[in-house]
């Protein structure tokens, strides 16, 4: 591609201009014939010559790529498009920062802008200078970062001309490394080093025309970094004072501002001393106005007009600056750098002596003298501020000494000599001053140690050049030509280095060489040279020393001569040329002062100007000695005599060394216009100081290599346009991005392949961009084509269907009048025709009636005829029909009335055989409920059924001989009568077994009333015995008083306390493990009333409609215990087998359980193993389905085996009371019979599985007999029987629970007798007696119950043995059934053997399942009298009245006596009591055990622990014990404990501050202890919703408002603790999954980048913390997270609403800086990806039902700001944009709009009108919103915390101590 193809018609060229530099035109034809034709902007139209293509002008880069954060992304890198880029973004956008390569341009703006603040430099720590806008920050931050990562000491070198704001850029700097750099000392080093900007600029800085703060000398400031990269120190050098302005300024321009500071301050009594006196004596004070022909002002005393050093601008002050405020501000500076306020006094003391000095008016005495006036007013006031002679002052201000040989003489000097003698000392002594202030903010600034590394900033003076330029200027070019030379070389050395990194072949790149100029300065014989020299000769000269460069420097080509002037010569700098006037520069490079002058102030009586002139200075011999102003006078002679311009020399040098040996960053100030209006742009002193800085330099150098440069994946994202599907090549990016190039440039020169980027020559991208555009507008042209001809085309045919349609109607009506006159011509003739044919017909019809009349009367009478034959007919036959059908009716009834007669009385004999036998078993189901009356009944119906089990199974052993007599039976019993026989038989036995069956009902009635009786018995017994206990109680009481008096022996009383303290601590334990225990039991208890129900439920709907109802006599058996308390009616629960699923609604039982503890399995379920059984085949028997024969030999067969079954029922009630008599003779308490009642637990859970077992065999023969309604009846029967049997077994238990109550009501008696605690009795040790007698009485019980298990082992095992037997029969049997139902059907009696067989095994299982049964409900009875025994014996109790009377010292303990029930027998029976006591809701301990209680609940309480609790149960634990100690009225208890509280829980946050878990669960747990305090403070106001029980729980002898003062603080600051953790983990993944997260990935495609790209930072190479496509599912997670963590351990959702709120402000707040500062993002597809983005935080709020409570709010910014981005943006949308952003401040609208860029060139820029208009609007809304004035949202701002009240409905009294709590030193009250 060449040149000449990019310059045709359109293209815009940049065409020179004097005025504007640079004019923008449009071509108006291709270029050809070396001519240019080209239209500007207003219409003119210029044709341009030119010689070849070189000369061609310069093209203007795409619209697309104006307004770039880097010039060196440009396409062009020319001078009029860096100028044009800096205009467009410095007055359009209002960026006053941009990037040029390395270099950061800063345009002055003169005027503050929100963009310094913390959220700005919070919002550039940790991102490379390209992921943001351009900003000192960014360069500041590169600095830093480039530090920590390479360990190399760094440098930021500032500079530019005056009024470009290079102090303020290195204040701004350095207020950035001290914000992220803070020190970890208490000095707060990067504070001093703030407060020494002020100084520094007091002293050193003055208004000049070109800046009203102008830095006048050169300063570098080293900060001092430790190994933590922390400040600890910082050393500053300064260069090159400019001490003339001391003396002297140019009009419009000031002093240096101290002086100005200082008089405004006169009229502080405090400086009255410096005589900052009347205007009128001071005459160089007036000097400046003499040529005013204005009458002097009156003058102000103190004002600086009064002094001539002050008033030669004629600027006394400046615009929008209050001198006195900045003195102020200066003066607190001073003060906090360690100065003190006496320093402070001498140091104003000696700048009012320099003001005071220039006032000294010197007069001429005529010839070569000069004198003072005695009467100077001044003269004195220096010599008194000074402390000098005035004398001497005046003698040393006209004279001088000189010294010939060993003479010396005086001479006076003229008037001229005396005035520059007088300057010089005040320019000596200022200096003097500056040097000793700069030393002592170093000395302020000194590390203790040696620092690690430092920054570096320097803030120096730019390239100058004035009409006149003396040797200040000359200077500071000299050091500018040096540092652009450094410059150059880091320029060149990046460049190379990143050609090198990628690998591709390069050129060597010509730049500009400063080393020419740089030797004409410095080298030997060289302009500094020549002047030392100059200065060394006794009469040198100004003159002298210019001629002697016209001769010496010739040779130099930098050098030249003026041709009209002699006085000045010519140097050639990189910026420009520059002419500087000799005159001056020989006193300027001595700066040399008189030594009688300095000896006078070493004799001064200020120690401040004593120390600034102690030191001696040894010059070399001469006429007059002078010394130098040096900032080091006193090392050496040599030294000593150094002129200002070696000096100059040297520390540049140093300077250089120092750059060179760290890595720099540039920062070039360019000063924008000179009027200082903001924001305007002076294109003429733009160019000049672009020029001279370095910026197009640098432009030049990246222009002559490959300035452009892409990262293979986005250069194929953004012109995969520019190939075809076949050239992309996925896996191999290089490869696709070859072929992609191959197609657009042929030249290879253009561009390079490097390793990870593509490297072009200038003009290439925008020559890429101009195809791309082209293949775009081809594209666009081809839609628009499609789309226009699908448009024309429907017009078309909606046109064509038009014209269809009314040609359509209007033929339609020509045909329809067409047809309407056809039809009117055919309605004519048919009206015709109709009318004839009417006439015809009528004749016709009158005929036909006439004959059709005669032929009906003839036909009609032959079929009359006809009828009446066929109808006698008819009759004949149906009277026949008729009386056969009677007939035959008359037969059948007469039949069938027989056979339903005969029905009838079978039907009825069945009936009442059937009815016989239902009431038979109805009275023995009502005998069997009065067999299980009573527990002791229940016992013996145990042993009954294990005795009929054993007869059973000898039954069954005589099954053979049963088959061969049954089959004999069959054959006999085949006729109807034998059956109806053997019937009546079996009716006469039922009728006898029926009045048997009443006679037991008889006497089982008669036994409950005695049961009844002895109830009644045992009441009045009851009440005597409490009775007794009262009077016992009043004895005891009264012996217990007298016993009390006569202790007097300390030791005894002593061994005594200790003695029942010990038994007392033992007693609790085992209370407490008592109490665990009983907490279990509850547990398993709810646990299995739950299975009970849920059994029943399953039973009741497998019933059906046949389940057993319960009778009227049922509900009476009730109704006698209905007073009993239902919550021990269900101990028996556990019977039922648990399910897997029930436990976990059950494992929050107690607010002491644990939460997700699985739930304990039961220990009969883990001992079934142990058990030696056969395990049933169930699964064969209830496989084999039955055919019964629906015969009457069925009857018999059920008869016999009922016989059978009330055999085997009386078995068992034998048994049963077996059973119950070995169980009421044996103590409970022996090992041996705890062994057993295990066994009988486990015999129990086999019952349940075998009864199981039965019911599916059960259910098998009733599923395969449906039809057969005596096997239906007799299931019905069976499960009657069986649901009797439960009801039976609960009455007895409720009938228990009664007999229990009665014993809880003695016992409560007693507790009422003696307090709430009844270890009152044992305070003479009396109940350890009792105890210790209990124990042996328990022992002997033990040894009696050992013997008596042992038997009931041995008979338990013959139990066992007969019970294998029958099994294995029982299997026996089923295998021979089951063969036999295999074969045929041979014989009837086969089949109803088979089927008896059967019906005998099921009844066989039934019946051994109920065995089972009752075993288990025997072994829970027997393991809960254990239970309670425990519970007797921890009480010192025991289970009879003859122990209780043994042990007891009075014949009886009535704590004993209440827990028994005597009968009649004299058996002793346990009672369940319901509760042990009521609870207060307190934990009582022991203060010495408190800080155990407090590590335990708040040091050693993990968050993994915790969260299996309660939530806020460590609080709630807390409080009760705050509870006890208000109860007790114990103050300095509450206060120990709750001072103990609050630091347990601040040292556990300090420790575990970065653990969520920690500080969540404190959180929770702290606000529950608040809550509390509040609920139970008593105060009404948080009663409202407290129950009467918590009411009464109320706080009663403290107020503890205080303390939760004290809470709620430590609250706020845990709170604080977790959202800072929360923002730590959110920080990094907000940027990437906000903003750079895209669902489309490439879908916003990116434009060209230069150096400074997202991917080419030169700062930081490392990759994004997370990948942007994960970024926003990474961020949901820790979300969810985080709501998980807060739900989990109780936080109140109110306080989880406030968290959520501030972490979606601070992702608010993060993004949308982010966007702020990052012009990238800020294009139409950029915002409606972040608004999708956005739209999964608020889908997430929805899923947590967050979106209610206004979260999503603090989302409003950013979603506005992306709407923002997609909305439209012309002058009809500005008051929708306004109304839309209404959470955006002004200034965030306005900068949005300015970085708004379009994605394309298709898209057009925002106006710059829109955007003034915006603005315009939205200025009536910023009147009000002060607040929205800043650009950035603060990060750190934190919405108010608010912690609702929120009373807990937890009862206190319900809280338990879980076993994960080792709390054993806590005693529930």
Aim: glycine share 4%; with cysteine.
């Amino acid at each position: 591609m060449s040149v000449r193809e990019l310059y045709v018609k359109g293209a815009h060229v940049w065409i020179p201009d004097r005025e504007q530099v640079w004019r923008c035109a449009q071509l108006t034809q291709d270029y050809k014939n070396h001519l240019v034709t080209v239209t500007f902007e207003d219409g003119q139209t210029q044709e341009i010559k030119v010689k070849s293509d070189e000369e061609l002008p310069p093209l203007r880069n795409p619209e697309i790529l104006i307004g770039e954060n880097d010039l060196t992304s440009l396409s062009y890198l020319h001078e009029p498009a860096v100028l044009y880029n800096l205009q467009v973004r410095f007055c359009n956008q209002n960026a006053i920062y941009t990037y040029c390569g390395i270099v950061l341009v800063a345009i002055n703006p003169y005027e503050e802008l929100p963009i310094y603040g913390p959220d700005t430099i919070s919002a550039y720590r940790g991102h490379s200078m390209g992921d943001l806008d351009p900003h000192i920050f960014a360069v500041a931050e590169e600095a830093f970062t480039q530090m920590e990562r390479d360990n190399r000491d760094q440098s930021i070198i500032v500079s530019g001309e005056s009024g470009a704001g290079k102090t303020v850029s290195a204040k701004y700097a350095m207020r950035y490394f001290a914000s992220v750099g803070g020190s970890d000392s208490e000095t707060q080093i990067e504070k001093k080093i703030l407060a020494s900007n002020p100084i520094m600029e007091a002293i050193g800085n003055a208004k000049t025309t070109r800046n009203d703060n102008s830095s006048r000398f050169g300063k570098y400031i080293e900060l001092d970094f430790t190994r933590s990269y922390s400040i600890m120190g910082a050393n500053m050098r300064t260069y090159l004072l400019e001490k003339s302005r001391v003396v002297f300024q140019a009009p419009e321009e000031r002093n240096y501002h101290i002086f100005y500071q200082l008089c405004s301050a006169a009229s502080d009594k405090k400086y009255s001393h410096l005589r900052l006196g009347p205007p009128e004596t001071f005459h160089y004070m007036n000097q400046g106005l003499q040529e005013d022909p204005t009458p002097p002002r009156r003058s102000r005393p103190g004002h600086q007009d009064n002094f001539h050093y002050l008033n030669q601008g004629s600027s006394p002050s400046i615009e929008g600056v209050d001198d006195g405020a900045d003195f102020i501000e200066t003066c607190k500076a001073l003060s906090l750098l360690g100065i003190s306020e006496a320093t402070q006094n001498q140091m104003f003391r000696i700048l009012a002596g320099i003001l005071h000095l220039g006032n000294i008016v010197i007069q001429d005495n005529g010839g070569d003298a000069s004198t003072i006036d005695k009467g100077d007013e001044s003269l004195a006031i220096v010599a008194e501020l000074l402390g000098i002679s005035a004398s001497e002052l005046k003698m040393w201000l006209c004279h001088r000494k000189i010294t010939s040989g060993r003479e010396v003489f005086t001479k006076p000097v003229t008037l001229s000599e005396a005035t520059f003698s007088r300057d010089a000392l005040a320019k000596h002594i200022y200096a003097k001053l500056f040097d000793w202030i700069v030393k002592e903010i170093n000395k302020c600034f000194a590390a203790p140690t040696k620092p690690f590394r430092f920054i570096g900033v320097l803030d120096i003076y730019g390239f100058e050049t004035f009409e006149i330029n003396s040797f200040e200027q000359f200077c500071i070019n000299y050091a500018n030509e040096k540092l652009q030379q450094q410059f150059n070389q880091h320029v060149f050395k990046l460049e190379q280095e990143e050609y090198v990194k990628e690998q591709i072949e390069w050129e060597f790149i010509n730049f500009y060489d400063n080393q020419p100029c740089i030797d004409l300065i410095e080298s030997k014989l060289g302009i500094l040279d020549l002047l030392d020299e100059e200065c060394r000769m006794p009469k040198g000269s100004d003159q002298s020393w210019v001629e002697k460069l016209y001769d010496k420097c010739k040779k130099w080509d930098h050098f030249s001569k003026p041709r009209l002037s002699n006085t000045s010569f010519l140097i050639a700098h990189f910026a420009d040329k520059v002419g500087y006037e000799c005159a001056g520069f020989l006193e300027k490079n001595r700066d040399t002062v008189s030594e009688e002058q300095i000896n006078l102030l070493k004799s001064s009586q200020i120690s401040l100007v004593h120390a600034l002139f102690t030191e001696k200075a040894q010059v070399a011999p001469t006429k007059v000695k002078v010394l130098p102003t040096g900032p080091s006078p006193a090392h050496s002679s040599k030294q000593m005599r150094k002129s200002v311009g070696s000096q100059f020399r040297d520390s540049l040098n140093l300077l250089m060394l120092t750059l060179n040996s760290t890595t720099p960053h540039y920062v070039r100030c360019i000063k924008p216009n000179d009027d200082k209006m903001a924001f305007t742009f002076d294109p003429t002193r733009a160019i000049q100081q672009l020029r001279a800085c370095g910026v197009l330099e640098t432009v030049r150098i990246s222009a002559a290599g490959y300035p452009s440069r892409w990262t293979y994946h986005e250069f194929f994202c953004r012109y995969r346009v520019l190939c075809t599907s076949r050239d992309i090549v996925r896996n191999d990016m290089r490869l696709t991005c070859e072929k992609i190039i191959a197609n657009m440039i042929t030249d290879e020169d253009k561009f390079k392949f490097g390793r990870t980027k593509i490297f072009f020559r200038a003009g290439q991208v925008a020559y890429m961009e101009k195809l791309r555009a082209d293949r775009l507008s081809a594209c666009g042209i081809m839609i628009q084509k499609n789309v226009r001809m699908y448009i024309h085309r429907n017009r078309f045919r909606r046109m064509r269907n038009s014209a269809i349609v009314i040609q359509k109607y209007a033929r339609g009506m020509a045909s329809r009048r067409l047809a309407h006159h056809m039809r009117q011509t055919a309605a004519a003739i048919k009206i015709q025709a109709c009318v004839r044919g009417w006439v015809k017909r009528v004749q016709y019809r009158r005929l036909v009636y006439t004959i059709t009349r005669l032929q009906a009367h003839a036909r009609g009478c032959w079929a009359r005829q006809k009828y009446q034959h066929m109808r006698r007919d008819r009759a004949a036959i149906v009277i026949q029909k008729n009386v056969r059908q009677w007939l035959t009716r008359r037969r059948y009834l007469r039949a069938m009335r027989g056979f339903v007669i005969v029905q009838g009385l079978v039907r009825c004999f069945l009936a009442r055989r059937q009815l016989k036998k239902l009431k038979i078993e109805a009275k023995s189901i009502e005998h069997q409920k009065k067999l299980n009356k009573g527990l002791e009944n229940k016992i013996i119906s145990l042993q009954q059924k294990l005795t009929e089990m054993k007869n059973e199974n000898s039954f069954i052993s005589s099954y053979k001989e049963e088959i061969t007599v049954l089959k004999t039976r069959v054959t006999d019993l085949k006729g109807v009568e034998k059956q109806l026989k053997a019937s009546n038989n079996q009716v006469s036995e039922l009728e006898a077994r029926i009045a048997e069956l009443t006679k037991e009902l008889e006497m089982e009635r008669g036994e409950k009333m005695d049961v009844l009786t002895q109830k009644e018995r045992a009441d009045k017994e009851n009440r005597e015995l409490i009775e007794k206990l009262n009077e016992e109680n009043v004895r005891l009481t009264k012996e217990l008083s007298d016993a009390q008096k006569e202790e007097t022996k300390r030791e005894s009383e002593e061994y005594l306390r200790r003695k029942f303290e010990a038994e007392k601590q033992q007693l609790i334990l085992e209370n407490t493990d008592e109490k665990s225990g009983y907490q279990r039991l509850l547990k398993e208890f709810n646990r299995l009333e739950q299975k009970n129900e849920h059994l029943e439920e399953e039973l009741a709907k497998f019933k059906g409609g046949n389940a057993h109802k319960r009778t009227a006599s049922n509900v009476s058996n009730l109704s006698g215990a209905s007073d009993a308390p239902t919550e021990l009616v269900h101990d028996d629960a556990s019977e039922f087998s648990s399910f897997p699923g029930d436990d976990d609604w059950m494992s929050d039982i107690g607010y002491g359980s644990v939460r997700s503890r699985s739930s304990e399995m039961s220990d009969s379920n883990r001992n079934l193993d142990n058990i030696e059984w056969s395990s049933q085949k169930t699964g064969d028997t209830s496989e084999i389905k039955i055919q019964v024969p629906q015969k009457m030999e069925d009857i018999t067969l059920v008869l016999q085996l009922q016989n059978k079954v009330r055999e085997l029922e009386k078995e068992r009630r034998n048994l049963s009371k077996q059973i119950d008599h070995l169980e009421s003779s044996s103590p409970p308490d022996d090992p041996q019979h705890a062994q057993e009642l295990i066994r009988l637990q486990e015999l129990e859970m086999e019952n349940a599985k075998l009864k199981d077992d039965l019911n599916r065999l059960r259910k098998s023969i009733a599923d395969s007999e449906p039809q057969n309604n005596r096997v239906q009846e007799f299931m019905r029967q069976f499960e009657a029987l069986q649901d009797e049997l439960e009801r039976r077994r609960e009455e007895c238990i409720q009938l228990r629970t009664v007999l229990a109550n009665r014993a809880h009501d003695l016992r409560s008696v007693t507790q009422t007798s003696y307090g709430k605690d009844v270890d009152i009795v044992n305070e003479d040790g009396e109940l350890v007696l009792a105890y210790q007698t209990q124990k042996q009485v328990n022992r002997q019980l033990e040894d009696e119950l050992k013997k008596e298990k042992q038997r009931l082992h041995e008979t338990e095992t013959d139990y066992k043995g007969e019970l294998e037997r029958l099994r294995r029969d029982n299997e026996r049997q089923q295998k021979l059934l089951a063969q036999n139902l295999c074969k045929s059907d041979a014989t009837n009696s086969e089949t109803l053997l088979q089927s008896e067989i059967m019906r005998l095994t099921s009844e066989n299982l039934n019946l051994q399942g109920q065995v089972d049964n009752l075993t288990e409900q025997l072994k829970k009875y027997k393991r809960s009298l254990r239970a309670y025994a425990k519970k007797l014996k921890e009480a010192g109790g025991s289970s009879s009245k003859r122990s209780s009377a043994q042990g007891s010292p009075y014949g009886g303990d009535p704590t004993d006596m209440l827990d028994v029930n005597t009968t009649n027998e004299g058996e002793v029976l346990p009672i369940i009591r319901k509760k042990e006591r009521e609870y207060m809701g307190m934990f009582e301990y022991d203060r010495r055990e408190e800080m155990q209680i407090i590590r335990v609940l708040v040091y050693e309480l993990k968050p993994r622990v915790a969260v299996t609790l309660l939530p806020g149960l460590p609080a709630y634990i807390l409080f009760m014990c705050i509870r006890h100690t208000d109860h007790i009225n114990d103050d300095e208890k509450v206060r120990s404990l709750l001072n103990n509280i609050v630091n347990g829980v601040k040292r556990v946050i300090k420790k575990r501050h970065e653990d969520l878990d920690s500080t969540v669960l404190w959180l929770s747990n702290v606000l529950r202890l608040l809550h509390n305090l509040k609920q139970y403070s008593g105060d009404k106001a948080f009663q409202a919703e407290n129950t009467v029980k918590q009411n009464e729980q109320s706080l009663k002898n403290f107020d503890l408002s205080e303390y939760r003062q004290v809470l709620s603080d430590i609250a706020v600051w845990i709170y604080n603790g977790v959202i800072k953790l929360m923002e730590e983990k959110v920080q990094p993944l907000i940027v990437p999954s906000i903003l750079e997260h895209e669902a489309i990935a490439g879908l916003s495609g990116n434009k060209p980048g230069g150096m400074r790209g997202r991917t080419g930072s030169v700062a930081r190479e490392l990759e994004s913390p997370v990948e942007p496509q994960k970024a926003l599912d990474l961020l949901l997670k820790e979300m969810t997270q985080f709501y998980r963590t807060l739900a989990m351990f109780g936080t109140d959702p109110e306080l989880i609403t406030q968290v959520f709120r501030q972490i979606f402000y601070f992702i608010c707040a993060g993004s949308l800086n982010n966007l702020l500062l990052r012009k990238d993002m800020c294009h139409w597809s950029k915002g409606m990806q972040i608004r999708y983005n956005l739209s999964h935080l608020e889908q997430w709020t929805r899923d947590m039902r967050l979106h209610e409570s206004g979260v999503t709010d603090t989302l409003a910014p950013i979603i506005q700001a992306a709407q923002l981005l997609q909305a439209r943006k012309s002058d009809d949308d500005v008051h929708s944009i306004c109304d839309m952003c209404d959470k955006l401040s002004v200034s965030q609208i306005i900068k949005i709009l300015n970085l708004y860029t379009p994605a394309d060139e298709f898209e057009d820029r925002v106006p710059i009108s829109f955007i003034h208009k915006i603005q315009a609007k939205l200025q009536e809304r910023a009147e009000g919103e002060q607040a929205q004035a800043t650009l950035l949202m603060n990060t750190k701002f934190a919405f108010p915390v608010r912690f609702p009240f929120n009373p807990s409905s937890i009862h206190l009294e319900d809280i338990e101590l879980p076993d994960a709590l080792p709390l054993t030193m806590l005693k529930k009250v």
